[in-house]
């Protein structure tokens, strides 16, 4: 008897959702970066690009993509979060400055920056020691904190494109909580949907509880940003 764990589709198995960890930036930070996407937009148009331009609701910042994952697993994620973001103060991102992954001359994704600071390097180190502990693979690559903007429909370079607003800041957000999302894939793009809001709170001494997590074919191709794993973006 063959094992069809991999070719059958995901709905007709056990259910699930595919999660990711995100920050999301503040309303004033999402409109002016929807107006950079529009002037963005009109240029790639004009350079004959082929961009899927992300709307302005879905903008958030990855903290750690998890992947498929089992209901009764959820709860225990959501625990792990909780206890991973306790005690950590309220924390000032700044987001400018636009680039493209991997690289300008050959480009697939098309980013505004995230500036964070040494706080926010500790809070994404705790959540990536939770997420191991309950199964989920470590990421490999460095933590580069960014808002995806858009996504070219093969690799183009783009430095002509982003050139004129390479250097342009775009607001600040003031970050109490982190969200854990579920995202669908659909043919006109991926669906965000909020599972769980952990706000920052006082630190106390816990445990979370262990998922069992099973995973799924595709987790390690790519992230809900379209990131190859193992690669990063390029400055």
């Known amino acids: 008897?063959?094992?069809?764990?991999?070719?059958?589709?995901?709905?007709?198995?056990?259910?699930?959702?595919r999660l990711f960890?995100?920050?999301q930036v503040s309303t004033a930070t999402s409109n002016a970066l929807a107006s950079a996407a529009q002037t963005l937009a009109r240029r790639a148009r004009d350079?004959?690009?082929?961009?899927?331009?992300?709307?302005?609701?879905?903008?958030?910042?990855?903290?750690?993509?998890?992947?498929?994952t089992r209901d009764p697993a959820v709860e225990a994620v959501r625990d792990a979060l909780?206890?991973?973001?306790?005690?950590?103060?309220?924390?000032?991102?700044?987001?400018?400055?636009?680039?493209?992954?991997?690289?300008l001359e050959k480009a697939s994704v098309v980013w505004a920056g995230v500036e964070g600071?040494?706080?926010?390097?500790g809070l994404v180190g705790r959540i990536e020691a939770a997420m191991v502990a309950l199964g989920y693979p470590a990421e490999t690559r460095p933590f580069h904190p960014h808002v995806t903007l858009g996504r070219l429909r093969e690799l183009r370079p783009v430095k002509d494109l982003v050139l004129p607003l390479a250097e342009q800041t775009f607001g600040e957000t003031k970050l109490d909580a982190i969200t854990l999302f579920e995202s669908e894939t659909r043919a006109a793009?991926?669906?965000?949907?909020?599972?769980?809001?952990?706000d920052f709170e006082p630190a106390s001494i816990g445990a979370a509880d262990s998922a069992e997590r099973t995973p799924r074919a595709g987790d390690l191709d790519e992230t809900d940003d379209g990131w190859p794993r193992g690669q990063g973006p390029s400055y």
């Open 21 to 23: 960890v995100a920050a």
């Open 47 to 68: 350079a004959g690009l082929d961009v899927r331009w992300m709307p302005a609701t879905s903008y958030h910042i990855t903290l750690k993509f998890l992947g498929w």
């Open 82 to 103: 909780v206890e991973a973001a306790r005690g950590t103060p309220r924390l000032m991102l700044r987001t400018a400055r636009i680039g493209a992954f991997p690289a």
């Open 189 to 198: 793009g991926a669906v965000y949907r909020e599972v769980a809001r952990i």
């Open 117 to 121: 600071d040494a706080v926010m390097a």
């Open 1 to 17: 008897m063959s094992d069809d764990t991999t070719s059958s589709p995901r709905s007709e198995r056990e259910p699930g959702k």
